[in-house]
């Protein structure tokens, strides 16, 4: 039986002052509840009795519980600020199993304040530590470039999966129809007009920044499972993986060679032949065996195939353009929708 959580209703201020709202680390302008929290699940091999124990403890230091049993094998709940009862200031929220002790306890801490009507709460991943750092490069045998080690060392994380919402933009739009199947599906005329207006450079279709040890299960490169990548350990050393696009294909970033420091873009549907190379299994592709390659011949050969799409850009400036691009999107389709 394990425990997760999962936090939403994240809130950052600008330094003018306007709010961006965080949604697994997802940084667009404000637009949502008005709720803080997490939500979390416990689940089990086989059904039984789960008795659990929620705690709001606000700034006041005022301890909400609340406790209930459940006979289950998968259980969901949540623990919530609404801004109708918030005490403003520094929050404690806590779920706890006291019969099964060895799931531990679960906590989110964050300092809720106001604008208008709307409670925020301010959150972020933890930052990765140099030490962390060290000890990933000296296990793969590479070194990450500077500017990328930076965004470890502060933000260490991003999605921009900000529309996986839709129905915040055209619920009265979405239209209920059945298949030939007879199951229910809805239509958001909102995905066809996203798909007509980020007609960007494959590099910009990146949906996801990977950090390191932020024990996020999908963006952490310390428990990341390569080949879901379509990729392999072994050729960290050449181009390691900083992100994904929605087509499951890796943004890398070149560690060696003349390319150092530029981007390149994985292509999932020809990456077996580099990874079969890296073990040793064929020669048709890349002749030269790994032991005798040079950084700069093997990317060569990669770019040549068609396995890596190299772009002359370092992380800095991509960074800066693809969080520009994604407000720019959201302010057009938030103007578009009436929001």
Not at 20 to 31: F, G, L, S
Not at 133 to 151: L, M, P, T, V, W
Request: aromatic fraction near 16%; charged fraction near 25%.
């Amino acid at each position: 039986m394990k425990a997760e959580k999962f936090e939403y209703g994240i809130y950052t201020k600008q330094a003018d002052g306007s709010f961006r709202a965080t949604y697994k680390n997802t940084n667009v302008p404000i637009n949502g509840p008005t709720v803080v929290g997490f939500t979390y699940q416990v689940t089990s091999k086989q059904t039984q009795k789960i008795r659990v124990k929620n705690e709001y403890i606000d700034a006041a230091g005022t301890v909400k519980v609340c406790e209930n049993t459940i006979e289950t094998n998968a259980l969901f709940g949540c623990v919530n600020a609404y801004d109708d009862k918030a005490v403003m200031g520094e929050t404690l929220f806590r779920v706890s199993f006291p019969e099964h002790p060895n799931l531990g306890t679960l906590e989110q801490r964050f300092y809720l304040y106001k604008k208008g009507n709307v409670l925020f709460g301010n959150t972020a991943y933890e930052s990765a530590t140099l030490k962390a750092i060290e000890a990933y490069e000296n296990q793969y045998q590479f070194k990450f470039c500077e500017d990328y080690k930076r965004f470890l060392t502060t933000q260490n994380g991003l999605y921009l999966y900000w529309w996986q919402d839709a129905e915040q933009f055209d619920t009265k739009k979405g239209a209920y129809e059945s298949d030939k199947y007879g199951f229910t599906q809805t239509e958001y005329p909102f995905y066809e007009d996203l798909a007509k207006h980020s007609d960007w450079d494959w590099l910009y279709q990146t949906k996801s920044l990977f950090g390191l040890a932020n024990h996020d299960p999908y963006a952490d490169l310390n428990t990341m499972h390569f080949e879901n990548l379509f990729y392999h350990k072994g050729l960290l050393k050449y181009a390691y993986p900083i992100g994904l696009d929605g087509g499951g294909n890796a943004l890398l970033q070149i560690a060696q060679g003349k390319d150092t420091g530029k981007l390149a873009m994985l292509d999932h549907e020809v990456a077996s032949s580099m990874v079969d190379w890296i073990e040793g299994k064929t020669d048709e592709v890349y002749e030269i065996p790994p032991e005798k390659a040079t950084a700069d011949g093997f990317l060569q050969d990669c770019y040549a195939y068609g396995g890596l799409t190299l772009y002359d850009i370092g992380f800095d400036d991509f960074y800066t353009e693809l969080i520009q691009k994604h407000n720019l999107l959201y302010d057009e389709m938030k103007k578009k929708y009436g929001l």
